[in-house]
Nanobody, 123 residues
Framework: QVQLVESGGGLVQAGGSTRLSCVASGRFLSIENMGWYRQAPGKQRELVAVITSGGSTAYSESGKGRFTISRDSMQNTVYLQMNSLKAEDTGVYYC?????????????????WGQGTQVTVTS
């Protein structure tokens, strides 16, 4: 099993910055892709950014140029630095990870979600 625990977020003024963190713990062989998703009120959960185990990154159009995803693989931690925040960035941010776990077929992964952390951008 893998547990993902997010931290950071809270109330942020428009134009401000905040950093989210997510730590993976539990019993697993490795953490592969890690990412951040956002669910705004009344909307579906959407991808914000993803980072592979090799450090390759991808961003949603809304986050490009403003958000930076990074990871510390030794600490099984992923970060999301969010700058120039806008009201539309408000939502619950969820950490997501693919993990190779014991008992799984070689090369396969399981997907896990964190509980989410609220980010509210105020004008």
């Amino acid at each position: 099993q893998v547990q993902l625990v997010e931290s950071g977020g809270g109330l942020v003024q428009a134009g401000g910055s905040t950093r989210l963190s997510c730590v993976a713990s539990g019993r697993f062989l490795s953490i592969e892709n890690m990412g951040w998703y956002r669910q705004a009120p009344g909307k579906q959960r959407e991808l914000v950014a993803v980072i592979t185990s090799g450090g390759s990154t991808a961003y949603s159009e809304s986050g490009k140029g403003r958000f930076t995803i990074s990871r510390d693989s030794m600490q099984n931690t992923v970060y999301l630095q969010m700058n120039s925040l806008k009201a539309e960035d408000t939502g619950v941010y969820y950490c997501n990870a693919d993990a190779r776990v014991y008992g799984q077929a070689l090369g396969s992964t399981r997907n896990y979600w964190g509980q989410g952390t609220q980010v509210t951008v105020t004008s």
